[in-house]
């Protein structure tokens, strides 16, 4: 639906419920595969718990050194998630739009990352930061004493996440992934009556 938003500048349901069934089973698994890209992150923490000793498990708070090898590793378990979601934000759109099987996705995903970070970077601090700011707004309206609103705020968040937010950050990804690899290029020439790039 995006690919054909940023191809045609028009698009319509029937074209996403069409896109959704045939890549329903492959974004499934992509879906997976991501999750245990995340959880592998993980393995930071295992210093910290491996030097500690099962019979102290409920004393941990007075080995001092296993508690900062738990912060380290939980520090780094964060930058790790942080990079892996850059570095995996193109797997859906990668899958779609060069129709590649889950594998083929995170392996397109990394490589358009190595090729674009700052692009993505920037496209992703703009996404979590539109999402942060509306959150933050509820969260100062709460903290003024307007309780009554408060509800509502949250509602009307929540709708503006999923109906303009969310199909926005797709479009711009789309956008971004097509405009990088060359196919929102060879779109623009075939409209204007060029031939394909060699």
Known sequence: MAEQAVTEGKTSTRVMWSAGKRHFQDMFVASILMGLIMLAGLIFLLPGFLS???????????????????????????????????????????????????????????????????????????????????????????????????GALSILVSVVNVVVIAPLANVWWTRLYMSRTGKRLYEEGVENGFDEPK
């Open 52 to 150: 500690l000793p099962l019979s102290e498990l409920n004393n941990i708070q007075t080995h001092p050194n296993v508690i900062g090898l738990l912060a380290l590793g939980a520090i780094f378990l964060i930058i790790y998630l942080l990079v892996m979601s850059l570095v995996l934000a193109t797997v859906p759109y990668a899958l779609v739009v060069d129709v590649l099987g889950p594998i083929g996705a995170v392996k397109a995903s990394i490589n358009f990352f190595n090729y674009n970070k700052f692009d993505v970077f920037i496209l992703w601090i703009i996404v979590v930061a539109i999402s942060l700011g509306l959150q933050m707004a509820v969260s100062s309206a709460a903290a003024a004493g307007a309780e009554a609103v408060q």
